[in-house]
T-cell receptor, first 112, second 115 residues
């Protein structure tokens, strides 16, 4: 089946630093989604990407849909302590296929 | 109020017991999903439903059953709980009427411990 490779698995950074994480796949996706999960809570949708090459921002977050449709990255600028959490990517095939394929997540720790 | 709610938020049960986890949504979405999350394994799909009369197995449905009581309600049952069903369980919804119908929205989760 489809698989997503998300990297890095974890990151330890200082407050104020920029962060970058990415997901790659051997399969083509028509949708890329980025979620954040706080401890004890459910994943919250951060950014949705629906077109190859699309670059979308949400505050300090920027994500891009790779031109090959097999990858996506998420950048966080000027990190703050509340950015701590697990970030997941998810790829969707679109059409009548409901399924999302999830990455295993990137655990982000921000030192004040 | 949250769009997707799950009850209970935490549950401890014993091996062999039957338990039910419930999910309700006010988003008006027709599609609902149940996932479990285990450390290092990410999110895995248990069951999904595209409308009230539609139930489909996901990748790890053994040991689970579901009921779609109404468009807004989707419950997950463990008929005879076992310790390896200890996990975080998430309900999610999506809207087939939207252009990007695969975009899913998650509930806050239920933490289940089977002793």
């Amino acid at each position: 089946g489809q698989q997503l490779n998300q990297s890095p698995q974890s990151m330890f950074i200082q407050e104020g630093e920029d962060v970058s994480m990415n997901c790659t796949s051997s399969s083509i996706f028509n949708t890329w989604l980025w979620y954040k999960q706080d401890p004890g809570e459910g994943p919250v949708l951060l950014i949705a990407l629906y077109k190859a090459g699309e670059l979308t921002s949400n505050g300090r977050l920027t994500a891009q849909f790779g031109i090959t449709r097999k990858d996506s990255f998420l950048n966080i600028s000027a990190s703050i302590p509340s950015d701590v959490g697990i970030y997941f990517c998810a790829g969707g095939s679109g059409g009548s296929n409901y399924k999302l394929t999830f990455g295993k997540g990137t655990l982000l720790t921000v030192n004040p | 109020d949250a769009d997707v709610t799950q009850t209970p938020r935490n549950r401890i049960t014993k091996t062999g017991k039957r338990i039910m986890l419930e999910c309700s949504q006010t988003k008006g979405h027709d599609r609902m999903y149940w996932y479990r999350q285990d450390p290092g394994l990410g999110l895995r799909l248990i069951y999904y439903s595209f409308d009230v009369k539609d139930i489909n197995k996901g990748e790890i449905s053994d040991g689970y059953s579901v009921s779609r009581q109404a468009q807004a309600k989707f419950s997950l049952s463990l008929e005879s709980a076992i310790p390896n069903q200890t996990a975080l369980y998430f309900c999610a919804t999506s809207d087939a009427g939207q252009k990007h119908q695969e975009t899913q929205y998650f509930g806050p989760g239920t933490r289940l411990l089977v002793l």
